[in-house]
Protein backbone atom coordinates (compact mmCIF):
# COMPACT_ATOMS: atom_id res chain seq x y z
CA UNK A 1 0.00 0.00 0.00
CA UNK A 2 1.60 3.37 -1.03
CA UNK A 3 1.74 6.45 1.04
CA UNK A 4 -0.97 8.55 -1.42
CA UNK A 5 -3.45 5.72 -0.41
CA UNK A 6 -2.27 5.76 2.87
CA UNK A 7 -3.05 9.05 3.52
CA UNK A 8 -6.75 8.89 1.73
CA UNK A 9 -7.67 6.07 4.16
CA UNK A 10 -6.31 7.78 6.80
CA UNK A 11 -7.75 11.34 5.78
CA UNK A 12 -11.24 9.76 5.10
CA UNK A 13 -10.94 8.00 8.93
CA UNK A 14 -10.12 11.36 10.32
CA UNK A 15 -12.89 13.35 8.85
CA UNK A 16 -15.84 10.51 9.43
CA UNK A 17 -14.86 10.68 12.79
CA UNK A 18 -14.47 14.53 13.04
CA UNK A 19 -18.32 15.01 11.80
CA UNK A 20 -19.15 11.88 13.32
CA UNK A 21 -20.11 10.01 10.20
CA UNK A 22 -19.73 6.19 9.72
CA UNK A 23 -16.43 5.37 7.64
CA UNK A 24 -16.80 1.73 5.64
CA UNK A 25 -13.55 0.64 3.40
CA UNK A 26 -15.31 -1.88 1.50
CA UNK A 27 -15.84 -2.20 -2.33
CA UNK A 28 -15.49 1.29 -4.39
CA UNK A 29 -13.80 2.87 -1.42
CA UNK A 30 -10.82 3.44 -2.74
CA UNK A 31 -12.43 5.27 -5.22
CA UNK A 32 -14.13 7.12 -2.32
CA UNK A 33 -11.32 7.89 -0.85
CA UNK A 34 -8.89 9.07 -3.97
CA UNK A 35 -12.15 11.10 -4.77
CA UNK A 36 -12.87 12.71 -1.40
CA UNK A 37 -8.76 13.71 -1.34
CA UNK A 38 -9.70 15.32 -4.75
CA UNK A 39 -12.45 17.16 -3.50
CA UNK A 40 -10.37 18.50 -0.69
CA UNK A 41 -7.59 19.38 -2.33
CA UNK A 42 -9.89 20.98 -4.90
CA UNK A 43 -11.95 22.85 -2.50
CA UNK A 44 -9.67 23.89 0.07
CA UNK A 45 -6.30 25.37 -1.90
CA UNK A 46 -6.88 28.48 -0.28
CA UNK A 47 -8.28 27.74 3.33
CA UNK A 48 -4.92 25.26 3.16
CA UNK A 49 -2.89 28.63 2.17
CA UNK A 50 -4.36 30.42 4.99
CA UNK A 51 -4.32 27.42 7.85
CA UNK A 52 -0.24 27.40 6.85
CA UNK A 53 -0.02 30.87 8.26
CA UNK A 54 3.66 31.59 8.97
CA UNK A 55 5.92 34.29 7.75
CA UNK A 56 9.77 34.40 8.78
CA UNK A 57 10.84 38.30 8.02
CA UNK A 58 13.79 40.40 8.90
CA UNK A 59 13.38 44.29 9.28
CA UNK A 60 15.27 47.35 11.03
CA UNK A 61 14.24 49.73 13.61
CA UNK A 62 16.26 52.95 15.29
CA UNK A 63 16.18 54.33 18.98
CA UNK A 64 12.48 54.98 19.01
CA UNK A 65 11.20 53.35 16.29
CA UNK A 66 7.99 51.20 16.38
CA UNK A 67 7.04 48.23 13.72
CA UNK A 68 4.03 47.13 13.65
CA UNK A 69 2.18 44.27 11.92
CA UNK A 70 -1.32 43.04 10.90
CA UNK A 71 -2.07 39.37 11.36
CA UNK A 72 -5.87 37.81 10.37
CA UNK A 73 -6.29 35.37 12.72
CA UNK A 74 -9.47 33.28 13.78
CA UNK A 75 -11.04 32.97 17.22
CA UNK A 76 -9.34 30.49 19.78
CA UNK A 77 -6.18 30.11 17.50
CA UNK A 78 -3.01 30.01 18.97
CA UNK A 79 0.00 32.32 18.16
CA UNK A 80 4.45 31.78 18.40
CA UNK A 81 6.51 34.59 17.72
CA UNK A 82 10.41 33.43 17.57
CA UNK A 83 12.67 36.81 17.68
CA UNK A 84 16.60 37.60 17.41
CA UNK A 85 17.67 40.81 17.55
CA UNK A 86 21.68 41.89 15.98
CA UNK A 87 23.33 45.08 16.08
CA UNK A 88 25.08 46.79 13.43
CA UNK A 89 29.00 46.58 13.61
CA UNK A 90 30.89 49.83 12.03
CA UNK A 91 34.18 48.31 12.10
CA UNK A 92 32.98 45.33 10.95
CA UNK A 93 30.45 46.77 8.86
CA UNK A 94 28.14 43.39 9.73
CA UNK A 95 25.61 42.86 11.90
CA UNK A 96 26.36 40.70 14.92
CA UNK A 97 24.23 38.93 17.41
CA UNK A 98 22.88 41.43 20.60
CA UNK A 99 24.36 41.91 23.84
CA UNK A 100 21.63 40.55 26.76
CA UNK A 101 21.36 43.77 27.77
CA UNK A 102 19.29 44.97 24.99
CA UNK A 103 15.07 44.13 25.47
CA UNK A 104 12.39 43.98 23.17
CA UNK A 105 9.04 45.13 24.10
CA UNK A 106 6.10 43.42 22.10
CA UNK A 107 2.81 44.54 22.59
CA UNK A 108 -0.29 42.88 20.71
CA UNK A 109 -3.82 44.38 20.18
CA UNK A 110 -7.24 42.37 18.93
CA UNK A 111 -9.43 43.71 16.71
CA UNK A 112 -11.31 45.95 19.38
CA UNK A 113 -7.99 47.36 20.19
CA UNK A 114 -8.05 45.86 23.21
CA UNK A 115 -4.03 44.50 24.49
CA UNK A 116 -3.58 40.97 25.05
CA UNK A 117 0.00 41.09 25.62
CA UNK A 118 2.51 43.84 26.61
CA UNK A 119 5.57 42.13 27.68
CA UNK A 120 9.44 42.87 27.30
CA UNK A 121 11.91 40.53 26.27
CA UNK A 122 15.55 40.38 25.95
CA UNK A 123 17.87 39.96 23.08
CA UNK A 124 16.24 36.92 21.92
CA UNK A 125 13.14 35.72 22.70
CA UNK A 126 9.88 33.85 22.11
CA UNK A 127 6.05 34.96 23.05
CA UNK A 128 2.89 33.40 23.05
CA UNK A 129 -0.57 34.36 23.03
CA UNK A 130 -4.44 33.15 22.24
CA UNK A 131 -6.75 35.03 19.49
CA UNK A 132 -9.78 34.91 21.37
CA UNK A 133 -11.59 37.56 18.64
CA UNK A 134 -11.49 36.69 15.04
CA UNK A 135 -9.96 39.60 13.10
CA UNK A 136 -6.55 41.33 12.48
CA UNK A 137 -4.38 40.97 15.49
CA UNK A 138 -1.59 43.96 15.65
CA UNK A 139 1.56 43.46 16.62
CA UNK A 140 4.33 45.49 17.74
CA UNK A 141 8.07 45.41 18.75
CA UNK A 142 10.36 48.02 19.78
CA UNK A 143 13.60 48.19 21.87
CA UNK A 144 13.71 49.52 25.30
CA UNK A 145 15.70 52.77 24.70
CA UNK A 146 17.13 52.98 28.26
CA UNK A 147 19.86 50.21 26.64
CA UNK A 148 20.41 52.53 22.89
CA UNK A 149 23.79 53.47 24.34
CA UNK A 150 25.23 50.13 22.60
CA UNK A 151 23.42 51.62 19.35
CA UNK A 152 26.03 54.69 19.13
CA UNK A 153 23.54 55.58 16.16
CA UNK A 154 23.24 52.76 14.76
CA UNK A 155 20.42 50.47 13.63
CA UNK A 156 18.57 47.17 14.98
CA UNK A 157 17.73 44.00 13.03
CA UNK A 158 15.23 41.99 14.12
CA UNK A 159 14.20 38.36 12.53
CA UNK A 160 10.99 37.63 13.05
CA UNK A 161 9.08 34.42 12.57
CA UNK A 162 5.39 33.94 13.64
CA UNK A 163 3.46 30.48 13.43
CA UNK A 164 -0.19 30.62 13.72
CA UNK A 165 -2.70 27.41 14.07
CA UNK A 166 -1.64 23.85 14.37
CA UNK A 167 1.55 25.21 12.82
CA UNK A 168 2.65 26.55 16.09
CA UNK A 169 2.24 23.02 17.80
CA UNK A 170 5.24 21.60 18.29
CA UNK A 171 4.09 17.70 17.40
CA UNK A 172 7.58 16.18 17.99
CA UNK A 173 7.42 16.89 21.29
CA UNK A 174 3.61 15.96 22.02
CA UNK A 175 4.43 12.26 20.41
CA UNK A 176 7.43 12.36 23.18
CA UNK A 177 5.45 13.33 25.83
CA UNK A 178 2.12 11.25 24.86
CA UNK A 179 4.03 8.22 23.68
CA UNK A 180 2.49 8.37 20.57
CA UNK A 181 2.86 5.82 17.50
CA UNK A 182 3.53 7.68 14.05
CA UNK A 183 0.02 6.54 13.15
CA UNK A 184 -1.39 8.37 15.80
CA UNK A 185 0.71 11.17 15.81
CA UNK A 186 -0.57 11.53 11.77
CA UNK A 187 -4.11 10.95 13.09
CA UNK A 188 -3.60 13.54 15.58
CA UNK A 189 -1.87 16.58 12.86
CA UNK A 190 -5.40 15.96 10.37
CA UNK A 191 -7.82 16.02 13.43
CA UNK A 192 -6.30 19.32 14.23
CA UNK A 193 -5.34 20.28 10.64
CA UNK A 194 -9.75 20.09 10.00
CA UNK A 195 -10.43 21.51 13.22
CA UNK A 196 -8.15 24.86 11.42
CA UNK A 197 -9.63 24.34 8.58
CA UNK A 198 -13.19 24.66 10.02
CA UNK A 199 -11.93 27.78 11.99
CA UNK A 200 -10.90 29.23 8.34
CA UNK A 201 -14.71 28.90 6.99
CA UNK A 202 -16.06 30.21 10.13
CA UNK A 203 -14.11 33.35 9.86
CA UNK A 204 -14.98 33.44 6.61
CA UNK A 205 -18.19 33.49 7.00
CA UNK A 206 -17.40 36.27 10.19
CA UNK A 207 -16.12 38.88 7.44
CA UNK A 208 -18.77 37.63 4.58
CA UNK A 209 -21.39 38.39 7.20
CA UNK A 210 -19.43 41.53 8.54
CA UNK A 211 -19.20 42.49 4.47
CA UNK A 212 -22.69 41.80 3.78
CA UNK A 213 -23.98 44.53 6.73
CA UNK A 214 -21.45 47.32 5.10
CA UNK A 215 -22.57 46.81 2.29
CA UNK A 216 -26.14 47.06 3.57
CA UNK A 217 -25.63 49.70 5.70
CA UNK A 218 -23.92 51.45 2.61
CA UNK A 219 -27.08 51.01 0.50
CA UNK A 220 -29.52 52.20 2.78
CA UNK A 221 -27.67 55.37 3.24
CA UNK A 222 -27.14 55.83 -0.58
CA UNK A 223 -30.79 55.67 -0.64
CA UNK A 224 -31.86 57.64 1.66
CA UNK A 225 -28.93 60.72 0.66
CA UNK A 226 -31.02 59.98 -3.04
CA UNK A 227 -34.28 60.62 -1.55
CA UNK A 228 -33.08 63.82 0.76
CA UNK A 229 -31.03 65.19 -2.62
CA UNK A 230 -34.55 64.61 -4.75
CA UNK A 231 -36.70 66.68 -1.25
CA UNK A 232 -34.50 69.46 -1.16
CA UNK A 233 -34.66 69.74 -5.25
CA UNK A 234 -38.35 69.68 -5.13
CA UNK A 235 -38.31 72.09 -2.43
CA UNK A 236 -35.75 74.46 -4.11
CA UNK A 237 -37.73 73.97 -7.33
CA UNK A 238 -40.81 75.05 -5.74
CA UNK A 239 -39.22 78.27 -4.12
CA UNK A 240 -37.90 79.75 -7.14
CA UNK A 241 -41.46 78.98 -8.88
CA UNK A 242 -43.26 80.87 -6.00
CA UNK A 243 -40.70 83.65 -6.04
CA UNK A 244 -40.75 84.23 -9.57
CA UNK A 245 -44.24 84.39 -9.37
CA UNK A 246 -43.94 86.61 -7.04
CA UNK A 247 -41.51 88.95 -8.50
CA UNK A 248 -43.40 88.68 -12.33
CA UNK A 249 -46.71 89.78 -10.18
CA UNK A 250 -45.17 92.93 -8.38
CA UNK A 251 -43.57 93.66 -11.72
CA UNK A 252 -47.48 93.60 -13.23
CA UNK A 253 -46.06 91.31 -15.93
CA UNK A 254 -48.99 88.55 -14.97
Known amino acids: MDGWFFDSVLLGCVVSLHQKVPFHFGKGSLVKMVALK ?20 YFHIGETEKKCFIEEIPDETMVIGNYRTQLYDKQREEYLPATPGLGMFVEVKDPDDKVILSRQYGSEGRFT ?29 VHLDIQVGEHATDYAEIAAKDKLTELQLRVRQLIEQVEQ ?3 EQNYQRYREERFRQTSESTN ?25 KSFFEAKKLV
Open 220 to 244: QRVLWWSIIQTLILVAIGFWQMRHL
Open 38 to 57: MQLLLTFPLLTVMCSLCSAL
Open 129 to 157: FTSHTPGEHQICLHSNSSKFALFAGGMLR
Open 197 to 199: IQK
